[in-house]
């Protein structure tokens, strides 16, 4: 069947289509499985890799830790890459405290694929967490807020991580105002961080984005990109969005990232 053009797959509610004969690498690097695809760990590798497999995705799995125990995070990170290897998968960690690197050993680290952060989680001009993913948020003026947001998304790009995820997401109070928000200058500053620091840029479909301006300009500067549909069990690997902006902007094979870890076939 995926000799045929298109891959039709039914998954939970939604229909989601991949082209077979896409010339991009068709990896998701976003992925987070809950319990809707099984009860253990066990469980839902096992349920992804099926669904993997059935749409002609491959799935890097990113962890989400939130435990300040090192020894309980190298366990589990352990686990989830045996886990990842039985499966053929990536697997990596999200990390959004900023000191995530003090809670894992280099060790365990250093068996990752990659690392993967976003930049929204940051506090306002009055020092109060926004998670600005979630409306109704204390976003004060829109100005103010940029500039904050810019400035902690350096911070976030200056880290040792692989993959910058959600890309220039605004809150849905904001997000009308894209284009005037995110100046040339704004875009500039965060790809050239991106480059400098060998960040690959998430192309993510579930909050479409970055937009294709941006894309466009970081593809100009080096940059490369990822796949990310940041999906948590229903909808893990829809990356047809990413795909169609790649081919809308022009983008080749290879200028995206790749893990070096090669996946074994089962």
Known sequence: ???????????????????CNSSYPKIDLHVHLTRSLG??????FKKASELSKQMGVTFGIAEELDNSNKRINDSLLLDRIALAKKNSFYIGIQVSRRDWSN?????????LDFILADALIFPNKEGKIMQIWI??????????????YVAHSLRVLSEPITIWANPT????????????????????????????????IEINSRYKVPHAKFIKMAKAAGAHF???????????????????MAKKCGLRRDDFFIPKRQLSLN
């Open 135 to 148: 409306s109704d948020q204390p976003l004060g003026d829109p100005q103010v807020f940029m500039d904050l």
């Open 103 to 111: 809670v894992y050993s280099k060790e365990v680290l250093n068996q």
């Open 39 to 44: 009860n253990t760990a066990t469980d839902a």
């Open 169 to 200: 997401f605004l809150p849905v109070e904001l997000a009308p105002q894209y284009d005037e928000l995110w100046t040339d200058a704004r875009m500039k500053s965060l790809i050239d961080a991106a480059v400098k620091n060998n960040v690959a």
């Open 1 to 19: 069947m995926r000799r045929l053009l298109n891959s039709l797959v039914l998954f939970g509610t939604g229909l989601i289509l991949i082209s």
């Open 226 to 244: 990822t796949f990310g549909s940041n999906q948590h069990g229903i909808g893990i690997g829809d990356i047809y969005w990413s795909i169609s």
